[in-house]
């Protein structure tokens, strides 16, 4: 009868064993995998940025991180005739630009790009804050817009004459 007392410890004994070694494999697999995470964050900063440098003469916005779906292989060029029917990413620009004027618009004081992109609906969130802030300096530089300067911080105000032409 011992033996058989022993034998069901014994047993619990080699399973505690295989889930303890199934356990420290499962957390050395997650280290690796959010090293890779890591490492795949920095990668896809650096290209964002290079992607701006690059796309920002051409008018392309950046690519979203999530949900990306490629549709061909490289950006569309943005036709001057494209208008805010089209679907491409002056489409995506207009609406962006559209909810920076009615927020700015709606500002009794000047506001920061981070005010700004904080105060947008998620679908436009979603276009980047990168985005937001060539849109708000596009109406700068129409004159639709100022910006202040308080100490490092840049500041938008919506100018009331842009009211009297809209």
């Given at each position: 009868m011992s033996a058989e007392a022993a034998a069901p410890g014994s047993l619990s004994d080699v399973y505690a064993h295989q889930v303890r070694a199934d356990l420290e494999r499962v957390e050395a697999e997650i280290a690796r995998t959010e090293a890779r995470l890591e490492a795949l964050r920095a990668d896809r900063l650096l290209l964002g940025r290079l992607w701006e440098n690059l796309g920002a003469a051409e008018g392309a916005a950046v690519p979203r991180a999530r949900g990306v779906r490629s549709r061909q292989a490289a950006p569309a060029p943005v036709a001057p005739e494209s208008g805010p029917a089209s679907r491409g990413?002056?489409?995506?620009?207009?609406?962006?630009?559209?909810?920076?004027?009615?927020?700015?618009?709606?500002?009794?004081?000047?506001?920061?790009?981070?005010?700004?992109?904080?105060?947008?609906?998620?679908?436009?969130?979603?276009?980047?804050?990168?985005?937001?802030?060539?849109?708000?300096?596009?109406?700068?530089?129409?004159?639709?817009?100022?910006?202040?300067?308080?100490?490092?911080?840049?500041?938008?105000?919506?100018?009331?004459?842009?009211?009297?032409?809209?």
């Open positions: 990413p002056a489409a995506r620009r207009g609406s962006v630009r559209d909810a920076v004027v009615r927020f700015l618009r709606a500002c009794e004081q000047p506001v920061s790009v981070n005010d700004i992109f904080a105060g947008l609906p998620a679908a436009v969130r979603s276009s980047g804050k990168v985005v937001v802030r060539n849109a708000v300096e596009a109406l700068v530089a129409k004159g639709d817009a100022e910006r202040s300067r308080e100490g490092q911080s840049v500041r938008y105000t919506w100018v009331a004459a842009a009211d009297a032409d809209a």
